[in-house]
């Protein structure tokens, strides 16, 4: 609708000024240190959503960092949309990797570059901007809801019991969530699926205290060594996961259907170059395409023990750590699995050593039915302003509250994500470009009225 791009050429500089301004607060969930920046942001998306016309706005309290929530209801008789988002985001380090300050965003070349531009700040508030477009035209189709939360980042566990508590608030007839991404601009694209998440720390022991590596090495068994070696036995020679049971519940897609993922534009030679890569790793028997959609992962997030510092100190280490994540595909549960990992963790390791498994959190697989009347207008409202119609593809992420929302809510969850898989989420020089900030800020509210105009047909 013309009345909507006049709106946002008018108002596009101040959208993003907004933006940066989010940017600039440290909202990193993880580190008690910014327990304070996490609040002061929830503050800062309250406002913002007051600002463009949300109603009946609150900073909800949890047991951890707080939920916002908000609503524009126009009509009690047509379709609400729950559009869920997070706030908070992934610690920024290491430090020294980033090119300017995390939580000093700057604009270099058609890219926003800042913790959280791409995950998910910048794409929460497309949908706050969407909002506002629609109420101050006056050209609101349905009723909106917002549940923005400040615990995606370790495992969402307090949303959980919001959403328990809140089923009525929470009333919808589908959730839109964007933080996810597309294959391109030039290629859009729309996920049907997420994989799920088992976020898992170990923990070897060797001897009580770290040792002279001269005076006992040889003698006792090197924690950092054996942690390696059982971290190494997961996988075997085809780079399959060696933990027993873990397939089990795993379907293999058809022929047709792999081949319809396959199809998905793919440049093997862009994807190592951007990596820099010279050849790719994984599961034998599957693309790079399939491996990081609907195959699942077994990967160390983290690895430590013994003498880091500068320098040297010839330690035999006490003991050595490492964070380990499994993603999920279908029919696999986090919880089963986590417990799989934490038993034949524990019978593989030696004598020698002792060993401490501690499951951190996790989220089940989530897959969209493609024909839903929102995927439809979904795919409709990409259609208008990309001008073709999206690619559906699996998402290789997790976003574990969304299995939720159907177990507790019966919603459905439409993935509109519009980043980009090079913007470097939960890594150093994150970014998100510009061209991607305004094209979701202009199709979303086509998602609106297609969703209305085509739940009212299907009703």
Known sequence: MQVWKDYQAKNKDRFLEELLSLLRIPSVSADSRFAADVKTCAEEVKKRLEEAGAENVEVCPTAGHPIVYGEKIINPALPTVLVYGHYDVQPADPLELWDSGPFEPVIKGDNIYARGSADDKGQFYMHVKALEIMTKTDTLPCNLKFMIEGEEEVGSSNLGIFVKANKEKLKADVVLISDTSM??????????????????????????????????????????????????????????????????????????????????????????????????????????????????????????????????????????????????????????????????????????????????????????????????????????????????????????????????????????????DSDNLHSPNEKYGLANFYKGIETIPYFHKYFAELGRTSA
């Open 183 to 420: 294959i391109s601009l030039q290629d859009p694209s729309l996920d049907t699926g997420l994989r799920g998440l088992s976020y898992m720390e170990v923990e070897v022991t060797g001897p009580n205290r770290d040792l002279h590596s001269g005076v006992y090495g040889g003698a006792v068994a090197n924690p950092a060594t054996i942690l390696c070696q059982l971290i190494a036995s997961m996988h075997d020679e085809n780079n399959h996961i060696t933990i027993p049971g873990f397939y089990d519940k795993v379907q293999d897609l058809s022929k047709e259907e792999r081949k319809a993922l396959n199809d998905a534009p793919f440049d093997e030679a862009e994807y190592k170059k951007d990596l820099g890569v010279d050849e790719l790793w994984g599961e034998k028997g599957y693309s790079t395409i399939e491996r990081t959609g609907i195959r699942p992962t077994l990967e160390v997030n983290g690895i430590w023990g013994g003498y880091t510092g500068e320098g040297s100190k010839t330690v035999l280490p006490s003991k050595a750590f490492a964070k380990i994540s499994m993603r999920l595909v279908p029919n696999q549960d986090w919880i089963e699995i986590s417990e799989l990992f934490k038993n034949h963790f524990e019978k593989i390791a030696p004598k020698y050593v002792k060993v401490k498994v501690t499951t951190h959190h996790g989220g089940s697989p989530y897959v969209t039915p493609t024909d839903h009347v929102a995927f439809k207008a979904a795919s409709e409202a990409i259609k208008a302003t990309f001008g073709k119609s999206p690619i559906p593809v699996r998402g290789g992420g997790s976003i574990p509250i969304v299995a939720l929302f159907e177990k507790e809510l019966g919603l459905k969850t439409i993935l509109m994500g519009f980043g980009l």
